[in-house]
C-alpha cells in the first residue's frame, strides 16, 4: 500500500513539473509560505462512533514554490501558475481516536483575477500523502470508521486573496478544502473532509526578479483552433468491499481479500474554447468484487475465522456506464469530472448514479496519464486509479 502511494505520488509530480522552462537565461522567482487554518471536519455518522458533533482542526502549512518567469505566454494567459512542496500538520480536537498525522504534498496555483493595488483572487490544487492518521481496527480500534489506513491520499484545494504588504511579502486570506482517502485500497474507507478558513505570509525570496519579467502585451496568444477530441484511457487497479454479516460466520464486515479492477474509457468532447472542452463518455468494467459472496470457516489449527471468498458469475463482474464528462485545461494538466448512470450493471452492489473525478497530466503528442477515483454519493469511494490515455484531435473545417 505504502509503496503504491509513494509511487503515484512521484509519477504525479514528474507531470505537473514537466510543463516547466527548462531555460537557463532566467531563473524562477523563489517563495516561502507559512499558513495557519481554523476549521472543522465535515460531520458524518462514519468518523467516530457514538459522537454527534465533528471534531475541530487546527493546522499550520510550510511550503517552498516557484513562480512562473514570465517569459512566454502561456504565463500569462493561465494566470503566472506557480508550484512546489509542502508539508501540512493538522491538530484535532478528537486527537487520541483521530491520531496525530501529518502530509507532504505538492501543489500548483495561479491567479484568476486582479483588481486594484496589487490584490488579486488565486487558486490553489494539493496533491500528496499523509501519514500516521489512527484507522480503523478489529481488535483495536472499532471506533474510528473514517479510514482503514495509516496512509491515506491528501487532495486539497483553495480560493484566497492575496495583497502584497511590503517589497518582500504578501498576505494571503481564505477557505481552504481537504479530504483525506486511500481510495478503498483498504475498508472501511469513508474518508476524512474538512473545511478551514486561513490566515497565510509568503516570503518573496526572488522579487526582483519577479518584477523584472516581459509584459504581457509583449507576447501574442495563438489563436484558437476549435476541434473534437477523441479520448481513450486504460486502467488496472484493486478494491476491498463491505459485506453483510449476518448469517456468514465473519468477524466483520470489511473484508481482507483485495478484487482488481479494469476498465476502458471513451470520451467524444468538444473543445471550443482553450480552458475548457466536456462531452458524453463511456466507462466499460471489469470489477471482480462485484456478484462475490464471503462466509467464514473456523479453523481447528489457529482458532481464527478464514475468509472463503466466491466470485460472481463474469456477466455480474461487467458493467457498462454512460457518462458526462468535463475538463478544465491548465498549464500542463487538467481537472475533470464524470456524472454517470450505469445503464448495464452487472451487480447492483452499489448505486448506478456514480462519479468520476481526478487530474490529467499531459506527456507529449497526445499521450497522458490520469489519476483518479470513482465513486458513489461523492464520497463513498469504490477505487482509485491510475490510467494511461491517448487523445485524437480532429480539427474544423474552416
Known amino acids: 500500500m505504502k509503496r503504491q502511494l509513494f509511487v503515484l505520488l512521484a509519477f504525479t509530480?514528474?507531470?505537473?513539473?514537466?510543463?516547466?522552462?527548462?531555460?537557463?537565461k532566467t531563473v524562477h522567482p523563489k517563495f516561502l509560505s507559512l499558513k495557519l487554518a481554523e476549521g472543522f471536519v465535515v460531520p458524518s455518522s462514519r468518523i467516530v462512533k457514538g459522537k454527534t458533533s465533528a471534531p475541530n482542526v487546527l493546522a499550520l502549512s510550510l511550503k517552498y514554490g516557484l513562480y512562473s518567469k514570465g517569459d512566454k505566454w502561456e504565463d500569462y494567459y493561465y494566470g503566472m501558475p506557480?508550484?512546489?512542496?509542502?508539508?501540512?500538520?493538522?491538530?484535532?480536537?478528537?486527537?487520541?481516536?483521530?491520531?496525530?498525522?501529518?502530509?507532504?504534498?505538492?501543489?500548483?496555483?495561479?491567479?484568476?483575477?486582479?483588481?486594484?493595488?496589487?490584490?488579486?483572487?488565486?487558486?490553489?490544487?494539493?496533491?500528496?500523502?499523509?501519514?500516521?492518521?489512527?484507522?480503523?481496527?478489529?481488535?483495536?480500534?472499532?471506533?474510528?470508521?473514517?479510514?482503514?489506513?495509516?496512509?491515506?491520499?491528501?487532495?486539497?484545494?483553495?480560493?484566497?486573496?492575496?495583497?502584497?504588504?511590503?517589497?518582500?511579502?504578501?498576505?494571503?486570506?481564505?477557505?481552504?478544502?481537504?479530504?483525506?482517502?486511500?481510495?478503498?485500497?483498504?475498508?472501511?474507507?469513508?474518508?476524512?473532509?474538512?473545511?478551514?478558513?486561513?490566515?497565510g505570509l509568503a516570503y518573496n525570496m526572488t522579487r526582483d526578479s519577479r518584477l523584472n519579467t516581459m509584459s504581457e502585451n509583449y507576447f501574442t496568444t495563438p489563436v484558437f483552433e476549435k476541434r473534437t477530441v477523441h479520448d481513450i484511457s486504460f486502467f488496472v487497479t484493486r478494491r476491498t468491499l463491505n459485506v453483510d454479516t449476518m448469517g456468514v460466520n465473519l468477524q466483520s464486515r470489511y473484508v481482507k481479500r483485495h478484487f482488481k479492477v479494469v476498465g476502458l474509457n471513451y470520451a467524444y468532447m468538444w473543445h471550443n474554447t482553450r480552458r475548457f472542452m466536456w462531452g458524453p463518455s463511456m466507462e466499460l468494467q471489469y470489477d471482480e468484487g462485484n456478484g462475490v459472496s464471503v462466509i467464514g470457516e473456523y479453523s481447528n489449527k489457529t482458532g481464527d475465522i478464514k475468509e472463503i471468498v466466491t466470485l460472481g458469475s463474469l456477466s455480474e463482474r461487467l458493467s457498462v456506464g454512460l457518462s458526462l464528462k468535463g475538463e478544465f485545461k491548465m498549464q500542463g494538466f487538467s481537472i475533470f469530472g464524470n456524472l454517470g448512470y450505469e445503464v448495464l450493471p452487472g451487480y447492483k452492489r452499489n448505486k448506478r448514479l456514480y462519479q468520476i473525478y481526478g487530474a490529467k497530466f499531459y506527456l507529449f503528442d497526445g499521450l497522458s496519464s490520469s489519476f483518479g477515483v470513482k465513486s458513489n454519493n461523492l464520497t463513498n469511494s469504490n477505487y482509485l486509479y491510475l490510467s494511461i490515455g491517448y487523445t485524437f484531435y480532429k480539427y474544423s473545417r474552416k
Open 13 to 24: 509530480y514528474v507531470f505537473i513539473t514537466a510543463s516547466a522552462d527548462d531555460s537557463i
Open 82 to 199: 506557480y508550484k512546489g512542496v509542502g508539508l501540512y500538520k493538522p491538530q484535532y480536537s478528537m486527537n487520541k481516536v483521530m491520531g496525530n498525522p501529518f502530509s507532504v504534498f505538492f501543489f500548483q496555483g495561479a491567479t484568476l483575477k486582479e483588481f486594484g493595488s496589487g490584490m488579486s483572487l488565486n487558486y490553489e490544487i494539493d496533491l500528496g500523502l499523509s501519514f500516521n492518521h489512527n484507522h480503523y481496527d478489529r481488535n483495536a480500534n472499532t471506533s474510528f470508521e473514517a479510514l482503514g489506513s495509516s496512509v491515506n491520499a491528501h487532495l486539497g484545494g483553495n480560493l484566497y486573496l492575496k495583497k502584497p504588504i511590503s517589497k518582500w511579502f504578501d498576505l494571503h486570506l481564505g477557505i481552504d478544502v481537504l479530504h483525506f482517502s486511500n481510495g478503498a485500497q483498504r475498508t472501511p474507507n469513508y474518508g476524512l473532509n474538512s473545511i478551514s478558513s486561513f490566515v
